[in-house]
């Protein structure tokens, strides 16, 4: 194919940002602790760097997807407000900027 070109930095960001409210998903009700996120994210992205996290937990956190709670130490612990719960759970449209797939349906 011609003039097809792939931004594999937007599909690396916002690939992440799913793997991020995903995790934040599973730690509901207490959320968790950057270090925590970011072992997940790089068993998906093995290279992902703290900075990186914090980039896109900053972004989600702008999107009020998520709360970030920047700790005195300088670790941040996050969890997901309501609409990223809603968002994780498919029960609201996807705006563009996070790779959530398209929802697979039973029955």
């Given at each position: 194919?011609?003039?097809?070109?792939?931004?594999?930095?937007?599909?690396?960001?916002?690939?992440?940002?799913?793997?991020?409210?995903?995790?934040?998903?599973?730690?509901?009700?207490?959320?968790?602790?950057?270090?925590?996120?970011?072992?997940?994210?790089?068993g998906v992205y093995p290279d992902?760097?703290?900075a990186e996290l914090r980039r896109e937990l900053e972004y989600l956190h702008e999107r009020e997807l998520l709360k970030v709670e920047k700790e005195p130490s300088g670790t941040w612990?996050?969890?997901?407000?309501?609409?990223?719960v809603d968002l994780a759970e498919y029960t609201v449209d996807c705006e563009p900027g996070i790779a959530r797939p398209e929802k697979y349906w039973e029955g």
């Open positions: 194919m011609t003039g097809l070109k792939i931004d594999h930095n937007k599909v690396r960001r916002e690939g992440m940002r799913w793997t991020i409210l995903l995790t934040l998903n599973h730690a509901r009700p207490i959320g968790a602790h950057e270090q925590l996120i970011l072992q997940t994210v790089q992902a760097t703290p612990r996050a969890g997901l407000t309501r609409h990223g």
